[in-house]
Structure formats: C-alpha cells, structure tokens
C-alpha cells in the first residue's frame, strides 16, 4: 500500500514537472504539421495506453513516457497529434504519421519491447 502510493506522488510530480514541456512540444508540432486545435493536455500515470486524443481535443500523455527515449515520446505526441485529423488508425492515419514521424516504426518496437521497464 505504501509503495501504490509513493507511486502514485511520484508520478504526480512527474506530471507537474513536465507538463509545461510536453505542452510546449505538443504546440511546436502542432504549429509545424497543422494538425488541429488542442484544447487540454494533461499527464497522467497510464498503465494502458501510452496517450489518447478525446473527442473535445483533449490529449492524455502517460507519464511513462518520461522513461522513453526523446524520439519515442515524439512519436507517440505525434500520433495523439495526427488523431485530431483522423480519429481513428485508417490507412489515413498512418499515412499522416507516417509523413510526420518517418521513423515510428521504430518507436513501436522500442515501446512493445520495453513497456514492462516504464513503470512508475
């Protein structure tokens, strides 16, 4: 119980920390690929995903990313990105991660392979 929650503050602070960075990427993409209006980002401690795009442009990183490599969390902001377009993983989608992040594939490999070592 104890250990849940010094988890729990860790990524708390984690997420405070970061927030204003991961913002300011999420925009920085945003102004180079045009993908949409972002409405809210917020950072949490997602055991089952790695980020979301809700249906009012709110994104929701995991602060298990933080773990990651640079170029891995690029791609994932990139891919919460592209679904302001497409909201959905068409061959659409793809096709705009794909022109945006060359090198996703990649990034998907890292994060299969080491997703059990991001855990906060």
């Known amino acids: 119980l104890q250990e849940e929650y ?19 990427k999420l925009h920085a993409f945003n102004e180079q690929f045009q993908f949409g209006t972002i409405k809210d980002v917020r950072l949490k401690n997602n055991s089952s995903n790695w980020g979301s795009c809700s ?3 709110n994104i929701n990183i995991s602060v298990r990313l933080l773990l990651a490599p640079e170029s891995v969390l ?4 990139i891919h919460e990105l592209c679904h302001l377009k ?5 061959s659409n989608f793809w096709n705009l991660v794909g022109q945006c992040c060359p090198e996703y594939q990649k990034a998907e490999v890292w ?3 080491n997703a059990t ?3 906060i």
């Open 6 to 24: 010094v988890a729990k503050m860790v990524a708390r602070l984690l997420a405070k920390n970061y927030k204003q960075k991961i913002t300011e």
């Open 55 to 57: 249906s009012k442009n």
């Open 86 to 90: 497409h909201r959905n993983h068409s």
């Open 74 to 77: 690029d791609y994932v902001l």
């Open 117 to 119: 070592n991001c855990v």
């Open 111 to 113: 994060l299969k392979k």
